[in-house]
């Protein structure tokens, strides 16, 4: 009897690189789901009931229930970088193996859209195509921009994405760029050019933050009403980590108030969102629906990462990146 495979909520994995799904076919029966992005628990468990493998996207919900009534699950396998929508100790107490992407596959792409957002931002690129294509030239003094050079930029999170903004700001803009990151050491940070500070001193001192940071029980809405109260006036935020950095009722009332002057936003807290959204109705907002990861290199990176990961399990060796490698031994 075959192993199954699902791919769950997956909108990319395998459809742009079709050899992927073919490397799995040759290991197992392989079937695709679309579940609701809140799906968790039992009815979770119950729809992939007999799937020995999963690929998981940033949903469903690898909760403790689902754990608890899941049958035997070998391997889930992360098509990306974050994992807060998995329960690691109860993956581990079950015996599953879960991997991830490593960050340098993504780090690419992602520090480049984290750019591009910004760019839109602070130099109203989408709202001065509109009015092009409206036939409104003549208005093109409305959309006067900002520019980046002499800025100071704070970056929350200063690991392999992180890091690469940073490295773009300072050497391809002259960007004076201050680090945020209690889990790097400040010599680390000195290291790659750039000024640790405490959070408190970034918020009120940049001109410009990237958000690039993991979400953790501890960060969640790192960014709230007292933070936002710190910003300087007319500082511009990109956000392609993850939407629950962000207190959005903070934010909106930063933006009400002028604080924020522009944000670029790839990510959303209780995403995907529909059109009725009220942060779409700021013209300052810029958001895109999830895409930083979505080059072809790093799509190819990525599915290639996880497939190995399969067929490494399934020949007895060891995966990279494994994030509970105490299964290992079972295994």
């Known amino acids: 009897m075959k192993t199954k495979i699902a791919i769950v909520n997956s909108s990319s994995f395998g459809n742009i690189f079709p050899e992927h799904i073919e490397r799995l076919e040759a290991l197992g029966e392989v079937k695709r ?10 009815e979770l468990a119950d729809s992939l009931r007999g799937y020995a493998v999963i690929i998981a996207s940033v949903t469903a919900w690898y909760n403790e229930e689902f754990f608890e009534h899941k049958d035997k699950t070998l391997l889930i396998a992360r098509h ?27 780090r690419e792409a992602v520090a480049e859209n984290a750019i591009a957002l910004l760019m839109s931002v602070m130099r109203k690129v989408r709202e001065a195509s509109w009015k092009v294509k409206e036939g409104k030239w003549a208005e093109r003094a409305k959309f006067v921009g900002s520019e980046i050079k ?5 970056v929350i999170g200063f690991g392999n994405i ?21 889990g790097i ?7 790659r050019g750039a000024t ?83 942060l779409l109705a700021y013209e300052n907002v810029v958001i895109t629906p999830h895409t930083s990861a979505y080059t072809y290199e790093c799509l190819y990176g ?30």
């Open 80 to 106: 990306g970088i974050g994992y807060n929508n998995i329960d690691i100790a109860a993956a581990t107490k079950k015996g599953t193996l879960v991997t991830k992407v490593s960050g340098l596959i993504e």
């Open 302 to 331: 990525m599915g290639d990462k996880v497939v190995t990961d399969v067929e490494r399990v399934f020949a007895g060796k060891t995966p990279e990146d494994v994030i509970n490698p105490e299964v290992l031994s079972p295994i």
């Open 33 to 42: 789901f679309t579940l609701p992005k809140d799906l968790g628990g039992k």
């Open 150 to 154: 002499g800025k100071t930029a704070g």
């Open 162 to 182: 992180g890091s690469r903004v940073g490295e773009i700001l300072q050497h391809g803009f002259n960007a004076h760029v201050i680090v945020y990151d209690p």
């Open 196 to 278: 640790p500070v405490s959070l408190e001193e970034l918020l009120s001192t940049a001109d410009i933050i990237s958000l690039n940071a993991c979400i953790t029980p501890d960060n969640y809405h790192l960014l709230s009403v007292k933070e936002f109260s710190l910003l300087k006036k007319s500082v511009f935020i990109v956000n392609t980590a993850r939407g629950e950095l962000m207190d959005e009722a903070a934010l909106k009332s930063a933006l009400d108030n002028k604080t924020v002057a522009g944000i670029g936003l790839d990510v959303l807290e209780g995403e995907p969102i529909t059109e009725e959204h009220p």
């Open 185 to 191: 050491s400040a010599e680390q940070i000195r290291a």
